[in-house]
């Protein structure tokens, strides 16, 4: 390991170079300064090409140009890297080294690896730099004995191995990335077209709460010129009951004629049996009348066969019952029919209780409009209870209700749609994918939750309950300097977005709780860390494919036009 406190001059990794540089050309040279060198039989300093050089005066430990350029495999010009002192320079007007190198340090060729420069500082120093320099051609002199190794095989193995996962692992965030940017172009496609659907019922609402609007008018006028209905009328069961209750009526008129004849007949036969009983009594047997004799004896035979008759069932109370008046409490009650639920029309008023609570407000505005037209069409009898609103007029004004609910329901649904297409939910609208979605970790004694564009919460592990740490107010963009970590979890260097969460819960003898969501490319959506760098000030770090390479994929209308 590097001594600390060291400063990597250049780390600058050449991509493709895994060959070695040419024979031909100085120590620790960088292929992209090769011409400077190659095929030349005098050295011209780079940075200043008046002053020229042997060839043997290159890499001779000694620094003879003022850019260094003279020595790029040895530690001679290491004085002119940014952070040594400042050194006095033979020759320069000003005694200072008030000049920058030519060259970025040390080329390592790492075969078998990649490629980079080292500080000139490193080089020489006796301490093996495997990771810049794996393969060991900085301590070429072995000072103190120092040798070594060239490690590039394995260290360039490994490292293939991770940038191979660390590619795979980006084309697999960038693919769920797209995903992402795809559900979410889905999602505002339905948000708009719901926009455009509630605005065309709306429209047709408008049309019909004025209609209905009307119709209760209409309805409340001509309940207020109506007489007392004629009886029965109506649908088939008002007719059927008008009719019933007019014939019940003349057959109790009738029996009540037959039950007064009876009682005169039954008078005129006592009458012929009290004279009858009189002739038996009062005959004289001795006179031999064979025609009153037939007489008594006829009687004699009735009276007998009348002892044994059976006396009739029907008893003189049970007649009476059925002759007393309907009403609620003999004989059938009418007004039950006639204003209670029986009437076929309660069917239809009565249809929704039977109905799931799920259709049972649509269905009650649809059947309003049904019930209005049925009654306003005579197929259903209207039969107002005495002192209420006629059904006619209940169901018109139940319509219209049902309808301006109906309206401002619809209005604050558009509203609502309208803020939320208007939100701001980053680049490619991506958010939009993550409504309603949380992540969370456990830091210390606490749970923190991240609920996507809503809020953030501490939530106590020791059941001190949830604490808001803000809710959702816009997305910022921030740079972030942070050395990259070795498993990817880390914010690293670059422009990232910032979700800002404002107006938590109260801190005590402070300001309102606030979180900065900081967001990094990751394969998926995790908490990495969260710190409170001031009380209450909160900084979350998350990993989430939201973060990567925004997709640079043609728009829908951009293709529709190819
Ligand atoms: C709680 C937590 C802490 C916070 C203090 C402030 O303990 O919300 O994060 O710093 O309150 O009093």
């Not at 920058?100 to 490629?115: E, K, M, Y």
């Not at 007998?304 to 008893?315: F, I, N, P, R, Y």
């Not at 018109?396 to 329901?409: C, G, I, K, P, V």
């Not at 970590?485 to 404002?502: C, F, M, T």
């Amino acid at each position: 390991m590097r001594r600390a406190g060291a400063v990597v001059l250049l780390g600058i990794l050449v991509q493709g170079s895994l060959a070695a540089a040419p024979d031909s050309l100085p120590r620790g040279v960088g292929p992209e300064f090769a011409a400077f060198y190659k095929g030349k039989t005098t050295f011209s300093c780079i940075g200043n090409p008046s002053i020229i050089l042997k060839l043997s005066q290159i890499n001779d430990n000694s620094c003879d140009c003022p850019d260094g350029s003279d020595e790029p495999g040895t530690a001679a010009c290491s004085y002119l890297d940014p952070l040594s002192p400042e050194q006095p320079l033979p020759g320069s007007p000003s005694g200072t080294t008030n000049t920058t190198s030519a060259l970025p340090g040390f080329w390592c060729a790492n075969n078998g690896h990649i490629g980079s420069y080292i500080p000139f500082m490193y080089v020489n120093d006796g301490v093996c730099d495997s990771e810049l320099c794996c393969d060991g051609s900085d301590e070429f002199v072995h000072v103190g004995g120092v040798a070594c190794e060239n490690r590039c095989a394995a260290i360039g193995k490994e490292w293939r191995r991770l940038e191979r996962a660390r590619r795979e692992s980006a084309e697999r965030s960038a693919k769920k990335r797209r995903t992402l940017a795809k559900e979410s172009r889905e999602l505002r496609r339905r948000v708009e077209a719901k926009i455009v659907s509630i605005k065309e019922e709306l429209a047709t609402l408008e049309v019909k709460k004025v209609e209905l609007q009307k119709k209760f008018e209409e309805a409340k006028r001509s309940e207020k010129g109506k007489v007392v209905k004629a009886e029965g009328q109506g649908g088939k069961l008002g007719v059927f009951v008008g009719l019933a209750k007019s014939r019940v009526s003349e057959l109790r008129n009738t029996l009540d004629k037959v039950l007064d004849q009876r009682d005169d007949l039954q008078d005129r036969v006592e009458k012929l049996e009290d004279i009858l009983n009189k002739l038996k009594e009062e005959y004289n047997p001795n006179f031999n009348d064979e025609g009153v004799k037939a007489a008594v004896k006829g009687w004699e035979d009735y009276a007998a066969s009348k002892a044994g008759e059976k006396k009739s069932d029907l008893a003189d109370g049970d007649i009476m019952a059925v002759l007393e008046e309907d009403g609620e409490t003999s004989g059938i009650n009418w007004a039950e029919f006639e204003e209670g639920g029986g009437s076929d029309a309660d069917v239809v008023y009565h249809l929704e209780a039977y109905l799931p609570e799920s259709v049972r407000e649509y269905i009650h505005s649809k059947l309003n409009h049904v019930r209005v037209w049925l009654i306003e069409n005579g197929v259903l009898a209207d039969n107002p209870a005495s002192g209420t609103e006629s059904r006619l007029v209940v169901a018109a004004r139940e319509a219209l209700e049902s309808a301006n609910n109906d309206f401002s329901t619809k209005t604050s649904t558009l509203e609502e749609q309208v803020r939320d297409l208007e939100k701001d939910y980053g680049p490619d609208d991506i958010f939009r994918a993550f409504k309603g979605k949380c992540v969370s970790a456990d830091v210390g004694e606490y749970e923190y939750e991240h609920c996507w564009i809503d809020k953030t919460t501490q939530k106590s592990k020791k059941g001190h309950g949830n604490t808001n740490m803000g809710n959702f107010v816009r997305i910022d963009r921030e740079l972030a300097d942070e050395e990259e970590r070795a498993d990817g979890k880390g914010l690293g260097k670059g422009p990232r977005i910032v979700l800002r969460y404002e107006n938590g819960q109260g801190c005590w003898n402070g300001p309102n709780r606030r979180t900065d969501v900081w967001l990094a490319c990751a394969e998926t959506d995790e908490v990495w860390r969260v710190s409170e760098s001031e009380k209450c000030v909160y900084k979350m770090e998350v990993g989430t494919p939201a973060a990567c390479e925004e997709a640079n994929e043609p728009s829908p209308s951009a293709k529709d036009e190819l």
